[in-house]
Protein backbone atom coordinates (compact mmCIF):
# COMPACT_ATOMS: atom_id res chain seq x y z
CA UNK A 1 0.00 0.00 0.00
CA UNK A 2 1.55 3.24 -1.13
CA UNK A 3 0.55 6.84 0.32
CA UNK A 4 0.59 9.45 -1.96
CA UNK A 5 1.64 13.12 -1.33
CA UNK A 6 -1.57 14.93 -0.22
CA UNK A 7 -2.98 17.50 -3.20
CA UNK A 8 -2.73 21.24 -2.85
CA UNK A 9 -6.08 22.03 -2.76
CA UNK A 10 -8.33 22.75 0.63
CA UNK A 11 -12.33 21.55 0.99
CA UNK A 12 -14.58 23.72 3.31
CA UNK A 13 -17.68 22.56 4.90
CA UNK A 14 -19.67 19.54 3.67
CA UNK A 15 -16.21 18.90 0.48
CA UNK A 16 -16.76 22.18 -0.82
CA UNK A 17 -13.47 23.07 -2.24
CA UNK A 18 -11.56 26.03 -2.68
CA UNK A 19 -9.94 24.83 -6.37
CA UNK A 20 -13.17 25.38 -8.66
CA UNK A 21 -11.29 23.26 -11.18
CA UNK A 22 -11.86 20.52 -8.91
CA UNK A 23 -15.26 20.56 -8.79
CA UNK A 24 -17.40 19.03 -11.75
CA UNK A 25 -19.55 21.47 -13.47
CA UNK A 26 -22.78 20.21 -13.19
CA UNK A 27 -25.60 20.16 -10.26
CA UNK A 28 -26.46 16.68 -9.48
CA UNK A 29 -29.83 15.28 -7.34
CA UNK A 30 -29.74 12.26 -5.11
CA UNK A 31 -30.60 10.13 -7.85
CA UNK A 32 -27.70 11.24 -9.84
CA UNK A 33 -25.26 8.28 -10.04
CA UNK A 34 -21.51 8.50 -10.16
CA UNK A 35 -19.00 5.66 -9.71
CA UNK A 36 -16.25 5.80 -6.95
CA UNK A 37 -14.97 3.22 -3.84
CA UNK A 38 -12.37 4.06 -1.36
CA UNK A 39 -10.63 1.16 0.46
CA UNK A 40 -7.13 0.44 2.30
CA UNK A 41 -5.98 -1.02 -1.08
CA UNK A 42 -6.44 2.14 -2.81
CA UNK A 43 -3.17 3.44 -4.26
CA UNK A 44 -4.31 7.08 -3.00
CA UNK A 45 -5.67 5.62 0.69
CA UNK A 46 -5.37 8.75 2.71
CA UNK A 47 -4.09 11.00 0.76
CA UNK A 48 -7.03 13.06 0.59
CA UNK A 49 -6.63 13.40 4.67
CA UNK A 50 -3.96 16.28 4.44
CA UNK A 51 -3.69 19.81 3.37
CA UNK A 52 -7.45 20.03 4.52
CA UNK A 53 -10.48 22.46 5.88
CA UNK A 54 -12.08 20.75 7.92
CA UNK A 55 -14.85 23.04 9.79
CA UNK A 56 -16.55 20.84 12.94
CA UNK A 57 -20.19 21.37 13.31
CA UNK A 58 -21.82 21.26 17.01
CA UNK A 59 -22.71 17.28 16.39
CA UNK A 60 -19.03 16.67 14.86
CA UNK A 61 -17.47 17.78 17.91
CA UNK A 62 -19.99 15.98 20.49
CA UNK A 63 -19.57 12.55 18.02
CA UNK A 64 -15.60 12.82 18.44
CA UNK A 65 -15.47 14.31 22.31
CA UNK A 66 -17.80 11.03 23.25
CA UNK A 67 -15.23 8.66 21.19
CA UNK A 68 -11.95 10.15 22.58
CA UNK A 69 -13.64 10.37 26.17
CA UNK A 70 -12.44 14.12 26.28
CA UNK A 71 -14.71 17.11 27.59
CA UNK A 72 -15.01 20.23 25.53
CA UNK A 73 -11.96 22.53 26.47
CA UNK A 74 -9.58 19.44 26.57
CA UNK A 75 -10.55 18.58 22.70
CA UNK A 76 -10.99 22.22 21.58
CA UNK A 77 -7.28 23.05 22.70
CA UNK A 78 -5.87 19.41 21.36
CA UNK A 79 -7.30 19.02 17.88
CA UNK A 80 -8.80 22.17 16.86
CA UNK A 81 -8.30 25.94 15.78
CA UNK A 82 -10.97 28.77 15.97
CA UNK A 83 -11.57 30.07 12.62
CA UNK A 84 -14.44 32.25 10.99
CA UNK A 85 -17.34 30.47 9.29
CA UNK A 86 -17.74 30.92 6.06
CA UNK A 87 -17.86 34.34 5.09
CA UNK A 88 -19.43 35.59 8.03
CA UNK A 89 -18.30 36.82 12.11
CA UNK A 90 -19.30 33.60 13.52
CA UNK A 91 -16.68 32.00 15.34
CA UNK A 92 -15.86 28.29 14.53
CA UNK A 93 -13.51 25.63 15.18
CA UNK A 94 -11.56 23.53 12.31
CA UNK A 95 -9.35 20.59 12.55
CA UNK A 96 -6.03 20.94 13.55
CA UNK A 97 -3.53 19.60 11.16
CA UNK A 98 -0.46 17.80 12.73
CA UNK A 99 3.28 19.07 11.25
CA UNK A 100 2.77 17.36 8.12
CA UNK A 101 0.19 18.78 7.51
CA UNK A 102 -2.21 15.83 7.87
CA UNK A 103 -5.46 14.85 9.96
CA UNK A 104 -4.20 14.04 13.45
CA UNK A 105 -6.61 11.52 13.26
CA UNK A 106 -5.11 9.65 10.00
CA UNK A 107 -2.55 6.79 10.12
CA UNK A 108 -1.35 4.69 7.18
CA UNK A 109 -3.99 2.21 8.01
CA UNK A 110 -6.85 4.91 7.75
CA UNK A 111 -8.68 6.89 10.20
CA UNK A 112 -8.72 6.38 14.11
CA UNK A 113 -11.96 7.98 15.08
CA UNK A 114 -14.09 6.49 11.70
CA UNK A 115 -17.15 5.84 13.14
CA UNK A 116 -17.12 9.26 14.48
CA UNK A 117 -15.45 11.16 11.84
CA UNK A 118 -16.60 14.76 10.70
CA UNK A 119 -19.62 15.34 8.16
CA UNK A 120 -16.94 16.90 5.38
CA UNK A 121 -15.07 13.52 5.86
CA UNK A 122 -18.23 11.39 5.13
CA UNK A 123 -19.81 13.75 2.52
CA UNK A 124 -16.26 13.43 0.34
CA UNK A 125 -16.09 13.33 -3.14
CA UNK A 126 -19.50 14.60 -3.00
CA UNK A 127 -20.48 18.13 -2.17
CA UNK A 128 -23.43 20.24 -0.61
CA UNK A 129 -24.16 23.50 -2.29
CA UNK A 130 -26.86 25.27 0.53
CA UNK A 131 -27.70 28.34 -0.93
CA UNK A 132 -29.62 30.91 1.51
CA UNK A 133 -31.24 33.84 -0.10
CA UNK A 134 -33.15 36.82 1.87
CA UNK A 135 -36.07 38.09 0.30
CA UNK A 136 -36.84 41.73 -0.85
CA UNK A 137 -38.75 42.72 1.42
CA UNK A 138 -36.64 42.43 5.23
CA UNK A 139 -39.39 42.59 7.23
CA UNK A 140 -40.68 38.74 5.86
CA UNK A 141 -39.21 35.41 7.68
CA UNK A 142 -39.51 33.76 4.57
CA UNK A 143 -36.58 33.37 2.44
CA UNK A 144 -35.66 31.19 -0.85
CA UNK A 145 -33.58 28.21 -0.31
CA UNK A 146 -31.81 26.00 -2.89
CA UNK A 147 -30.11 22.55 -2.65
CA UNK A 148 -27.99 20.98 -4.79
CA UNK A 149 -25.42 18.01 -5.11
CA UNK A 150 -21.79 18.34 -6.82
CA UNK A 151 -18.83 15.79 -7.11
CA UNK A 152 -15.10 16.79 -6.30
CA UNK A 153 -12.39 14.77 -8.49
CA UNK A 154 -8.93 15.85 -7.38
CA UNK A 155 -6.29 14.30 -9.85
CA UNK A 156 -4.79 12.31 -6.74
CA UNK A 157 -7.57 10.74 -6.04
CA UNK A 158 -8.08 6.65 -7.63
CA UNK A 159 -11.65 6.56 -6.19
CA UNK A 160 -13.16 7.86 -8.97
CA UNK A 161 -11.56 4.81 -11.25
CA UNK A 162 -13.48 2.02 -9.07
CA UNK A 163 -16.42 0.18 -10.45
CA UNK A 164 -18.67 0.93 -7.57
CA UNK A 165 -21.71 2.70 -8.14
CA UNK A 166 -23.69 4.80 -6.27
CA UNK A 167 -26.73 7.31 -6.20
CA UNK A 168 -26.18 10.46 -4.17
CA UNK A 169 -28.54 9.23 -1.95
CA UNK A 170 -27.47 5.61 -1.70
CA UNK A 171 -24.10 7.30 -0.99
CA UNK A 172 -25.26 9.87 1.38
CA UNK A 173 -27.07 6.31 3.24
CA UNK A 174 -23.99 4.15 3.68
CA UNK A 175 -21.64 7.27 5.09
CA UNK A 176 -24.47 8.25 7.47
CA UNK A 177 -24.96 11.65 5.99
CA UNK A 178 -28.17 11.61 6.71
CA UNK A 179 -28.41 11.50 10.05
CA UNK A 180 -25.60 14.40 9.89
CA UNK A 181 -27.55 16.99 7.87
CA UNK A 182 -30.57 16.26 10.40
CA UNK A 183 -28.52 17.34 13.49
CA UNK A 184 -26.92 19.62 11.37
CA UNK A 185 -29.28 21.35 9.89
CA UNK A 186 -30.95 24.16 12.44
CA UNK A 187 -26.89 25.18 13.02
CA UNK A 188 -26.16 25.34 9.01
CA UNK A 189 -29.78 27.54 9.31
CA UNK A 190 -27.95 30.20 11.59
CA UNK A 191 -24.75 30.40 9.29
CA UNK A 192 -27.01 30.81 6.00
CA UNK A 193 -28.95 33.42 7.72
CA UNK A 194 -26.05 35.58 9.24
CA UNK A 195 -24.60 35.24 5.51
CA UNK A 196 -27.68 36.78 4.03
CA UNK A 197 -27.13 39.94 6.35
CA UNK A 198 -23.84 40.84 4.51
CA UNK A 199 -21.23 42.47 6.10
CA UNK A 200 -22.94 45.53 7.23
CA UNK A 201 -24.23 43.44 9.87
CA UNK A 202 -22.05 42.47 12.69
CA UNK A 203 -22.19 40.43 15.84
CA UNK A 204 -21.37 42.18 18.79
CA UNK A 205 -18.59 40.24 20.94
CA UNK A 206 -21.00 39.15 23.45
CA UNK A 207 -23.16 37.01 20.68
CA UNK A 208 -20.06 35.75 19.27
CA UNK A 209 -18.85 34.30 22.48
CA UNK A 210 -22.39 33.12 23.13
CA UNK A 211 -22.40 31.78 19.36
CA UNK A 212 -19.09 29.80 20.50
CA UNK A 213 -20.20 28.57 23.63
CA UNK A 214 -22.96 26.78 22.25
CA UNK A 215 -21.45 25.75 19.53
CA UNK A 216 -18.12 24.02 21.13
CA UNK A 217 -18.83 23.33 24.85
CA UNK A 218 -22.71 22.07 25.64
CA UNK A 219 -21.23 21.27 29.51
CA UNK A 220 -20.69 24.88 29.80
CA UNK A 221 -24.05 26.21 27.42
CA UNK A 222 -25.70 23.86 30.40
CA UNK A 223 -24.73 25.36 33.13
CA UNK A 224 -25.70 28.58 31.57
CA UNK A 225 -29.34 27.07 31.07
CA UNK A 226 -29.38 25.88 34.68
CA UNK A 227 -27.57 27.86 36.68
CA UNK A 228 -28.14 32.04 35.43
CA UNK A 229 -30.87 33.55 35.36
CA UNK A 230 -32.11 31.92 32.06
CA UNK A 231 -34.69 29.89 33.24
CA UNK A 232 -35.71 33.42 35.06
CA UNK A 233 -36.15 34.74 31.84
CA UNK A 234 -37.72 32.34 29.55
CA UNK A 235 -39.82 29.85 29.23
CA UNK A 236 -38.79 25.91 28.65
CA UNK A 237 -41.40 23.51 28.88
CA UNK A 238 -40.69 20.96 32.25
CA UNK A 239 -40.50 17.80 29.58
CA UNK A 240 -37.91 19.65 27.49
CA UNK A 241 -35.63 20.85 30.57
CA UNK A 242 -35.78 17.35 31.80
CA UNK A 243 -34.40 16.03 28.67
CA UNK A 244 -31.65 18.86 28.33
CA UNK A 245 -30.39 18.25 31.52
CA UNK A 246 -29.13 14.83 30.90
CA UNK A 247 -29.32 14.33 26.73
CA UNK A 248 -26.64 16.35 25.15
CA UNK A 249 -28.57 15.99 21.46
CA UNK A 250 -31.64 17.22 22.93
CA UNK A 251 -29.54 20.34 24.84
CA UNK A 252 -27.73 20.80 21.65
CA UNK A 253 -31.01 21.36 19.31
CA UNK A 254 -32.15 23.47 22.28
CA UNK A 255 -28.78 25.66 21.79
CA UNK A 256 -30.02 26.05 18.10
CA UNK A 257 -33.24 27.74 19.07
CA UNK A 258 -31.61 29.46 21.48
CA UNK A 259 -29.06 30.83 19.18
CA UNK A 260 -31.74 32.17 16.44
CA UNK A 261 -34.43 33.48 19.18
CA UNK A 262 -31.07 35.83 21.13
CA UNK A 263 -29.47 36.12 17.37
CA UNK A 264 -31.67 37.09 14.93
CA UNK A 265 -35.11 37.37 17.04
CA UNK A 266 -37.02 35.08 15.91
CA UNK A 267 -39.92 33.08 17.83
CA UNK A 268 -38.02 30.44 18.97
CA UNK A 269 -37.79 31.17 22.61
CA UNK A 270 -40.58 32.80 24.64
CA UNK A 271 -39.67 35.51 27.10
CA UNK A 272 -41.21 35.10 30.30
CA UNK A 273 -44.44 37.79 30.54
CA UNK A 274 -43.15 39.33 33.83
CA UNK A 275 -39.20 39.72 32.20
CA UNK A 276 -40.71 41.78 29.34
CA UNK A 277 -43.33 43.82 32.10
CA UNK A 278 -40.07 44.63 33.75
CA UNK A 279 -38.09 45.41 30.75
CA UNK A 280 -41.05 47.24 29.72
CA UNK A 281 -40.63 49.25 33.05
CA UNK A 282 -37.47 50.23 32.66
CA UNK A 283 -37.51 51.41 29.31
CA UNK A 284 -40.31 53.94 30.38
CA UNK A 285 -38.51 54.43 33.09
CA UNK A 286 -35.60 55.51 31.12
CA UNK A 287 -37.22 57.27 28.69
CA UNK A 288 -38.88 59.68 31.65
CA UNK A 289 -35.84 60.46 33.12
CA UNK A 290 -34.38 61.40 29.49
CA UNK A 291 -37.38 63.90 29.26
CA UNK A 292 -36.42 64.88 32.27
CA UNK A 293 -32.75 65.46 31.39
CA UNK A 294 -34.48 67.18 28.44
CA UNK A 295 -36.18 69.59 29.92
CA UNK A 296 -33.57 70.78 32.16
CA UNK A 297 -31.04 71.39 29.43
CA UNK A 298 -33.57 73.28 27.88
CA UNK A 299 -34.06 75.70 30.70
CA UNK A 300 -30.13 75.83 31.65
CA UNK A 301 -30.03 76.61 27.45
CA UNK A 302 -32.79 79.29 27.53
CA UNK A 303 -31.52 80.75 31.15
CA UNK A 304 -27.63 81.07 29.74
CA UNK A 305 -29.54 82.80 26.79
CA UNK A 306 -31.40 84.80 28.41
CA UNK A 307 -28.40 86.11 30.32
CA UNK A 308 -26.18 86.72 27.39
CA UNK A 309 -29.26 88.56 25.64
CA UNK A 310 -29.39 91.01 28.95
CA UNK A 311 -26.08 91.33 28.98
CA UNK A 312 -25.66 92.40 25.49
CA UNK A 313 -28.06 95.28 25.96
CA UNK A 314 -26.40 96.67 28.85
CA UNK A 315 -23.96 97.12 26.46
CA UNK A 316 -25.43 98.70 23.65
CA UNK A 317 -26.92 101.51 26.23
CA UNK A 318 -24.08 102.32 27.70
CA UNK A 319 -22.63 102.97 23.86
Avoid at 13 to 19: D, P, R, V, Y
Avoid at 23 to 29: D, F, H, I
Avoid at 120 to 145: I, L, Q, S, W
Avoid at 275 to 302: F, G, P
Wanted: some cysteine; charged content about 30%; overall charge neutral.
Amino acid sequence: MTENAAPKSTKNLFGIETNPSHVMPAKLSLDSRFKFRCYPGVGCFTACCGNINITLTPFDILRLRRHLNMAAPEFLHQYTVPQYLEKTDMPGVKIKLNEQGRCPFVTPDGCTVYPSRPTTCRYYPVGMANFHERPDDEKTEDARDEQFFFLVKEPHCKGHEEAKEWSIREWREDQGVDICDEMNRDWMALVMRRKSFGIQATLSEKAQRMFFMASTDLDQFRRFVLESSFLDTYEVDPEELERIREDDVALMKFSFRYLASSLFGTNDLTIKQEKIKVKAAEIKKKQAEAEKNADSTYEELKALRDNMLAELSGKQKKR
